[in-house]
């Protein structure tokens, strides 16, 4: 979806954090390996604290965003907060929505879902660690977080790492926000790659583009 992007990082496997302001959300970002997943034939497994299935296609639909019923899944985290063994519940769940065989992009789009199910504050990277163990190594888990402390500390065994910041609350017109990603172009590079971009949220489009530049890199 957001071509720069995939230009900038390739074909971005094993795991990626999304870290964005508390009056945010990570929607850029989402959708972009959402569509990315879908176009070449993937797996989803969509595992959401505050967006209903419903939600999720309709954002889809706006965005020309074709979700296959064969490979999207989607995760109701309400039916595991209750349960004493929840964690492990919702494991076992992500891992029996996803494909041995085929590459699958696995999204948490709030790493709050752990709250009620565990008090161990790195659980929600540990639990990405273990379906990126259990997954084919093309596969992605994606999380993302409104709290920077879930990520301190393993910002070096993440892929990517994406920063979107809203510019004056997202109100601007013709600019939402910024987004700062660093990534490391191979798993033993130990100095990561940074980029910076400018991104427009719209309601039928993503679009993004460098800083001073005024044509959109879609």
Not at 83 to 93: F, I, M, S, Y
Request: glycine share 6%; charged share 20%.
């Amino acid at each position: 979806m957001l071509n720069e992007l995939t230009k900038a990082l390739g074909d971005v496997s094993g795991l990626a954090f999304v870290e964005h302001e508390a009056d945010s959300e990570p929607s850029l970002i989402v959708l972009h390996f959402l569509s990315e997943f879908v176009k070449a034939k993937g797996r989803v497994v969509y595992v959401s604290l505050f967006q209903s299935e419903e939600m999720v296609r309709t954002a889809c639909g706006k965005l020309a965003i074709r979700l296959d019923a064969n490979n999207f899944r989607y995760v109701q985290i309400r039916d595991f907060l209750t349960r004493p063994d929840g964690l492990k519940a919702l494991e076992d769940t992500v891992l029996s929505l996803a494909t041995p065989d085929t590459r699958t992009l696995v999204i948490i789009d709030s790493a709050l879902i752990f709250a009620p199910l565990t008090s161990n504050p790195v659980a929600p990277v540990q639990f990405c660690q273990r379906l990126r163990r259990s997954l084919i190594p093309s596969s992605l888990i994606l999380l993302a977080s409104a709290d920077a402390s879930t990520f301190i500390g393993f910002e070096d065994i993440a892929t990517a790492t994406f920063r979107p910041k809203l510019v004056n609350r997202g109100a601007g017109k013709n600019v939402t926000g910024v987004l700062e990603v660093s990534h490391h172009t191979t798993p033993f590079d130990a100095t990561p790659q940074t980029h910076t971009y400018h991104y427009l949220l719209g309601e039928r489009s993503l679009k993004l583009f460098l800083p001073g530049v005024s044509q959109f890199l879609i």
